[in-house]
């Protein structure tokens, strides 16, 4: 007897699992508008969404740029004053309702647009004084058309900012500027955007990023979680790099990543999680992937004499320490009737409470070692950075700090156990701060060292967002910040205390004729001894007047888990969440 016939069903193939890569921010972001932006973490959102010209090779050390959205490096003039370079043809836009439904290529004219917005005065930009600084011919002179009251002319086209046919852009400069391609390199600063989105979310630019790069943002809880989706217009770019042939890490990434299309990854979920415990018990219980840079108050626990701790490797966590191209410091606004002025008197008060602070222990306690003192304003990785450079910047001496007070009259008059102005009136200092664990701990230190010798300090706590913006607005007496470079310029900095930069990113009001003068010469020197020289004469103006203190230049120690790969810090680029692969099979949060 025959059986009954059976037919064989093919089962449809199970969908690869969605590759979701999560991690923590330790700040909230502000926004995502190139051109109204300037904190850290909204620039890491930003590089991921938008694309520059040309960007880092992720691998190679030392640093080298490539052409991104251009064809080929730029056609430069012997003077570094005129810059033409072409854009890739068929680059497209994420999808977006302004487009109509079509798909929306990228042009030269774009390009023009996007810089030109650093110019409106209606977007305030915070960058607008380093793009001006630039010196890109005729821009200035639409946005002082703007500011009497008429609207900036986008249509006009003006001698330094042309698109010579429908992919190729002239940039003339009105001095010569060696470093113009780290411009050209920075998604912050040249990220394209697309004139019909600007319009159509005219005063929702921060929240609706519409870009030609790998990701884009599909949902945002401001101050709280932002999910980001891959970009299904992202054109096929497949992951190659230049790792240095004695670069065993980098080369071994390079292997195992040679030729993989970006991104890896589906979905890049960010949580802000301000407090340090809760992110490292994020971390720890494989809620995340990745933890960019340890909390300072985890060291003890996590890497124990710079070494992975035994339960962690056990686990396979991965770890790598890299010095940061950084540097934190706060500020004395300028202006302030107390902190400020150019007046030996007040400029013997910020020297004597930058001798009193000790550095030294700032490193050694609150940030566990993770820190070298800075002595500048020059950070690492940067052609100038030197070691040996030393200045009072970085000095602490006690002793120093108390016979200038003494000598200037800053004496306690009322018996209080406080000094007082010389006029007799309180002497107290307001630095507005995180109520954070970390922050607290580098806090208690300033104000131990303050107390010691007499000078009372007031700590008032904030939200970080809005003490940016108070800040911008002249209205804080001190704050404090950090800085990451985003290039390998090492006067880039230097703008901080600039004096065409006030209100942007001279937060401190500070404003030294001689300073300007060198701040203008560097910038059309090409890299070098001589340029050395001009910007450490500019760091002893500096040391002199005391309108920042340099606290630390930190250490990063970034940790992710066995089932993320490729993952390298890079000195200046800010978009790693292409280059990276997350094994879903193996992550247990999913």
Not at 28 to 49: C, K, M, R, V, W
Not at 97 to 109: D, L
Not at 344 to 365: H, S
Not at 404 to 412: A, E, K, Q, S, T
Request: hydrophobic share 40%.
């Amino acid at each position: 007897m025959l059986g009954a016939a059976h037919t064989a069903h093919a089962q449809p193939a199970a969908a690869p699992a969605e590759k979701v890569f999560r991690y923590a921010y330790p700040i909230a972001e502000t926004g995502f508008d190139p051109a109204q932006i300037s904190d850290l973490y909204s620039a890491i959102a930003l590089a991921n969404i938008f694309e520059a010209p040309y960007q880092y090779d992720y691998l190679a050390r030392p640093v080298k740029i490539r052409p991104n959205l251009a064809e080929a490096m730029p056609e430069v003039s012997s003077d570094f004053r005129t810059w033409t370079f072409r854009l890739k043809n068929g680059v497209l836009f994420a999808d977006d309702a302004a487009f109509g439904g079509k798909p929306r290529e990228v042009t030269a004219q774009d390009y023009v647009y996007s810089l030109k917005r650093f110019f409106d005065p209606v977007n305030k930009s915070p960058n607008y004084s380093s793009f001006n600084e630039e010196g890109i011919l005729g821009l200035e002179a639409l946005r002082k058309k703007a500011e009497t009251g008429a609207k900036f002319d986008y249509d006009t086209e003006v001698e330094g900012l042309r698109a010579l046919d429908r992919y190729t852009v002239q940039i003339k400069l009105k001095e010569p500027r060696p470093r113009f391609i780290n411009t050209l390199a920075d998604p912050t600063y040249g990220g394209v955007v697309a004139r019909e989105v600007i319009e159509k979310y005219a005063d929702k630019t921060m929240e609706h990023p519409v870009g030609t790069g790998p990701f884009m943002l599909q949902s945002w809880r401001r101050s709280s979680q932002m999910v980001f989706v891959r970009n299904p217009r992202y054109r096929e770019v497949h992951y190659e790099a230049e790792p240095a042939p004695n670069d065993q890490r980098a080369q071994a990434i390079y292997a195992q990543m040679k030729g993989k299309r970006l991104p890896m990854v589906d979905k890049v979920i960010v949580n802000v999680i301000d407090e340090p415990q809760p992110r490292w018990l994020a971390f720890l219980n494989n809620e995340h992937d990745f933890m960019e840079r340890l909390p300072q108050n985890f060291v003890t626990q996590a890497i124990p004499n710079n070494k992975l701790a035994p339960n962690l490797a056990k686990r396979g966590i991965q770890m790598a320490q890299s010095p940061l191209t950084d540097i934190t410091m706060f500020y004395f606004r300028m202006d302030d009737p107390t902190v400020g002025g150019y007046t030996p008197e007040k400029v013997a008060l910020r020297r004597a409470i930058g001798l009193a602070l000790d550095t030294a222990e700032e490193v050694r306690l609150p940030r566990r070692g993770q820190a070298i003192v800075a002595q500048s304003f020059i950070m690492p990785n940067t052609p100038s950075y030197d070691p040996k450079f030393h200045t009072e910047l970085g000095t602490f001496d006690k002793a120093r700090s108390i016979a200038l007070l003494d000598m200037f009259g800053y004496v306690d008059k009322d018996g209080d156990g406080w000094r007082d102005m010389p006029d007799g009136s309180p002497l107290v200092l307001y630095l507005d701060t995180l109520g954070r664990a970390d922050y607290r701990e580098l806090d208690e230190v300033m104000k131990k060292n303050l107390d010691s010798v007499g000078v009372k300090l007031v700590l008032r706590l904030g939200q970080w967002p809005e003490q940016l913006k108070a800040s911008r607005a002249g209205k804080l007496q001190m704050w404090g910040f950090g800085v990451s470079g985003s290039s390998p310029n090492s006067g880039g900095l230097l703008e901080y205390m600039y004096g065409k930069s006030v209100g942007q990113q001279n937060h401190s009001r500070f404003k030294n004729d001689r300073f300007d003068e060198l701040y203008q010469k560097q910038l059309v020197m090409p890299d070098g001894p001589e340029r050395d020289a001009v910007i450490k004469d500019m760091n002893r103006i500096l040391a002199a007047y005391m309108p920042y203190k340099p606290r630390v230049h930190r250490i990063g120690t970034d940790l992710w888990q066995p089932w993320m790969t490729g993952y390298m810090r890079h000195p200046f680029a800010r978009e790693f969440w292409q280059y990276i692969d997350v094994d879903m099979s193996k992550a247990p949060h999913q």
